[in-house]
């Protein structure tokens, strides 16, 4: 099981603070992690991805949802569409391949 003493001993997590906080992030971040992976993963495959995801997802939680505005003509893109590249790229140094590969 993955939870907040998982975080803090094995992946030495600092940012996050509390247990409540972490769960509530780990919940997103696997739901995230199963929507990229092609198969389940078992919690000791994903355990320091899902640690190094809550992360991301604390450090950038107010960019969220947020896409793009459009402002007298200027459309600007923000941090939603970056922040998911950025956990796709995490995951790809924790993950094993085999769970990321999705065949032709």
């Known amino acids: ?3 907040f003493n998982y975080y803090i001993t094995v992946y030495d997590g600092k ?3 509390s247990g409540e906080s972490f769960e509530n992030l780990s919940k997103i971040a696997k739901k995230y992690i199963d929507s990229v992976t092609c198969k389940p993963a078992q919690d000791k495959e ?4 899902l640690c190094a995801i809550c992360d991301i997802l604390y450090d950038h939680w107010d960019c969220i ?3 793009s505005q459009t402002v007298d003509g200027i459309k600007q893109d923000f941090e939603s569409n970056r922040v998911h ?3 796709y790229n995490t995951l ?3 993950l094993p391949s085999r769970l990321l590969y999705r065949g032709i």
């Open 1 to 3: 099981m993955i939870d």
């Open 15 to 17: 940012k996050i603070t």
């Open 46 to 49: 994903i355990g320091e991805g």
């Open 65 to 67: 949802g947020i896409t």
């Open 85 to 87: 590249k950025l956990m």
């Open 92 to 94: 790809k140094l924790y």
